[in-house]
Nanobody, 128 residues
């Protein structure tokens, strides 16, 4: 059974950093595109970024480029979202998602709300 569980959210001051974790089970991470998404109050869910570990390719939404990084430490360990220079507009519930990696499709095209598997989210609040 595929499962994704996010953690690491919390309250942080503007300019601070957080690291979110997505613990996965039921599938091999390297065969999947892993994405991070967020949904702010009153707004639609949007992609933050996605990664294909098998192709070593990434996509980041423009507003987080240079500030956020997706990574993992070992083969089937948690997938992290490192967030630096946080801004109040980064306040949202953050979700991780997974989709089987059809390696001939670029990660950016996969990185949408149509991804198949989802976690329940973790709240990040950035105070000004």
């Amino acid at each position: 059974q595929v499962k994704l569980v996010e953690s690491g959210g919390g309250l942080v001051q503007s300019g601070g950093s957080l690291r979110l974790s997505c613990v996965t089970s039921g599938f091999t991470v390297d065969y999947y595109v892993i994405g991070w998404f967020r949904q702010a109050p009153g707004k639609e869910r949007e992609a933050v970024g996605c990664i294909s570990f098998s192709e070593n390719t990434t996509f980041y939404e423009e507003s987080v480029q240079g500030r956020f990084t997706i990574s993992k430490d070992n083969a089937n360990g948690p997938v992290y979202l490192h967030m630096d220079a946080l801004k109040p507009e980064d306040t949202a519930v953050y979700y991780c998602a997974a989709e089987f990696d059809l390696r001939f499709i670029h990660v950016q095209q996969v990185c949408t709300s149509a991804m198949f598997y989802w976690g329940k989210g973790t709240l990040v609040t950035v105070s000004s």
